[in-house]
């Protein structure tokens, strides 16, 4: 981390001018020492304030590359920001120039408190925060350049727009754009701001974990906007007024791309290769698009038809999906390295882990990973028609899907057996909250210690009760056996859903690749580049199981590092990739913030089935919004961009 000379972040006053080194205070925010490697921090300008690192940055230069920053991202809507972010950055630029007057400082505090107060957005009303703090905090170094006539010495900066949305959004998609468009009713420029990040808007409209909404600063005056479900709308909307896409594969380079799997992240890669004008191949052992989003999530939250309109989206810019072609028993990785340039692998995590029950490696029936049942289900059969009772273990979307599921193939009696307490449950909270209205009996702070058999057969699950002890590595509290409390709850499907894991029979020559302790791909975080050059991997096998939307973002940055290998360079992280990383040592979003008014607006929800009805069909079970409320949901953005810049050595 670098020391810090000056801070203003967040209100913090920080002033270490004129101080030894050893006897500076350190600010709650600190910034990484470097930007990336060899090119250090020197300070940043952003919307909640100055930091200040090195005493060269010249701040009038500074202010005036920032207010040249904020002009540019101006919609112009606003008066008073249209109009006043041109005059502040001429009187900056006056100044800079070595040809300012006193007054233009007044000026410049002025109007800059003008937009501030007269925006209806946060480009308005943050965008000159630093500017006045600038004024404020190094007034003596504007006065000498007046009084001088000296120009500001020139610096180099990095400049990036984010927002407390897009800042947690693995695809890195422009939220507030897209939901800006719906509010207009431009919703075939929505989509298509949608498509700049991801390929599928329909899937991630349905079943994304939404990490957007949890930052979203609308929930700081009544409820957090429905971004996921506005996904979803232009999604449908494409669908339902068959809008047709202009569309021109762009096969147009020699070097071949090989993609394993079409799943979230494979097809991902394959989308952004084809437009980069390779000619890219995906390799799929199912029949249909999806991976484990096909296979593991039931058609109520995620209808196939949406994944495999998603796959043919793909094919439509010159991609080729083969299906039914397995890696390691149709093809083999060696035959696929001599064909194609480069490879990329994204493998689901289609095998579970094992509960350490003894028993369960006895073949008894009635005992069904999570990941087989759900590949039943979804394929149209019932896992274990004779059985009625069942009994789900673990806490996870696969659990939830596994005890929701369960209804609909007709068990009437479904429990759900987690070690520790809701609180901790690492399940979609709405998932938890729909499967305890469809009837789902949960079991809270107990564990399965037997299986109960009977002629080779489970007719019960032994358990004990937990209690919650110190933090582990996860960061909660450990689960404690209590001795002498185990009860029986009798079934005759037991369903461990503890978690997922990679089969690697795929892999021919496993012992070639580095792998690591969690029996995953090992990867240059910043290439998604194996050790193997030229083979790529992304989703649940680089990352362990994990949420698709973080697959769709990495397929998507693992074809932008492929690019660059077959074009001879030394693949790297984007500039983009880098202000991601940077903007985490920052409170992009405070949910303490006072946003200044009061809401009365809450967020509309799809309307969703009765759970009386919902649980014992396979339909999707939620309606999507009709026209007129997509736009009234979307016009409860506060369109909360915010600018960041760099200043770097």
């Not at 003894?358 to 008894?364: K, S, T």
């Amino acid at each position: 981390m670098a020391d810090v000379i000056f801070s203003s972040w967040q209100g913090e006053i920080i002033d270490n001018r004129g101080k030894a080194r050893e006897s500076f205070e350190a600010p709650k925010v600190k910034l990484p020492g470097e930007f990336e490697n060899g090119l250090s921090v020197k300070a940043f300008m952003g919307w909640d304030g100055i930091i200040l690192c090195d005493e060269n940055v010249d701040i009038i230069d500074m202010s005036v590359k920032y207010a040249e920053a904020v002009q540019k991202e101006s919609c112009g809507r606003c008066i008073p920001c249209r109009i006043g972010s041109k005059v502040i950055l001429g009187t900056l630029q006056t100044i800079a120039d070595g040809k300012g007057k006193k007054e233009n400082l007044d000026k410049i505090r002025t109007i800059a408190a003008e937009i501030k107060d007269g925006s209806k957005c946060q480009i308005g009303q943050t965008g000159f925060v630093p500017l006045l703090q600038a004024l404020d905090f190094f007034g003596p170094e504007f006065d000498r350049s007046i009084a001088e006539g000296r120009k500001a010495k020139s610096g180099d900066y990095r400049i990036s727009v984010t927002a407390p949305c897009m800042s947690v959004c693995p695809t890195q998609l422009d939220i507030p754009a897209y939901v800006e468009a719906i509010s207009e009713g431009r919703f075939t420029e929505s989509l298509k701001k949608i498509r700049e990040n991801t390929c599928m808007a329909g899937t991630l409209g349905r079943v994304c974990v939404r990490p957007c909404e949890s930052n979203c600063r609308r929930a700081n005056i009544d409820e957090s906007i429905s971004i996921k479900s506005l996904k979803r709308f232009v999604a449908d909307w494409e669908v339902d007024k068959s809008v047709k896409r202009d569309i021109a594969p762009n096969i147009d380079k020699s070097k071949k791309v090989a993609v394993i799997g079409a799943g979230p992240a494979g097809l991902s890669c394959a989308y952004y290769i084809a437009q980069m004008g390779y000619p890219v191949t995906v390799f799929e052992k199912l029949g249909e698009p999806g991976g484990m989003a096909a296979v593991g999530i039931p058609d109520y939250r995620l209808p196939r038809v949406v994944l495999e309109g998603e796959g043919k989206f793909v094919e439509s810019f010159g991609a080729t999906i083969k299906y039914g072609v397995e890696l390691g028993k149709d093809i083999t990785l060696d035959q696929i390295r001599k064909e194609f340039d480069a490879v990329f692998i994204g493998v689901g995590a289609h095998t579970s882990q094992p509960m350490g029950v003894n028993g369960e490696d006895a073949g008894y029936r009635g005992f069904i990973p999570g990941v087989k049942y759900l590949l039943d289900i979804n394929n149209g059969k019932d896992p274990y028609p004779e059985g009625k009772k069942v009994v789900v273990v673990g806490g996870g979307n696969v659990a939830m899907d596994c005890v929701r599921s369960s209804f609909r193939i007709g068990k009437p009696d479904v429990h759900l057996v987690y070690r520790r307490t809701k609180k901790e449950m690492p399940a979609d909270p709405v998932e938890i909250h729909e499967a305890e209205e469809e009837g789902v009996e949960f079991h809270y702070l107990c564990n399965p210690s037997r299986i109960l058999e009977k002629d080779g057969k489970v007719v019960g699950v032994e358990c004990i009760r937990m209690e919650l002890g110190e933090p582990d590595a996860s960061g909660r509290r450990r689960p404690v056996p209590v001795p002498n409390s185990e009860f029986v709850i009798e079934t005759d499907i037991l369903i461990p859903a503890i978690g997922q894991a990679i089969d690697w029979s795929f892999l021919e020559n496993r012992e070639e690749f580095a792998i690591t302790k969690w029996n995953t791909f090992q990867v240059d975080r910043e290439t998604f580049e194996t050790n193997i050059p030229g083979i790529f991997s992304a989703g649940d096998c680089e990352t362990g199981p994990d949420v698709l939307v973080r697959a769709c973002g990495n397929g998507k940055r693992a074809a932008w590092k492929i690019d660059e290998y077959l074009r001879g360079e030394k693949p790297k992280a984007r500039e983009s990739e880098k202000y991601v990383k940077f903007f985490g040592q920052f409170k992009v979003y405070d949910k303490d913030e006072n946003v200044g008014f009061l809401g009365d607006h809450p967020r509309m929800l799809l309307r969703p089935m009765a759970p009386e009805v919902r649980k014992w069909t396979f339909e999707e079970f939620e309606e999507g919004f009709r026209t007129d409320e997509a736009i009234t949901e979307a016009s409860r953005c506060l369109r909360c961009y915010r600018i960041g810049m760099i200043a770097v050595g």
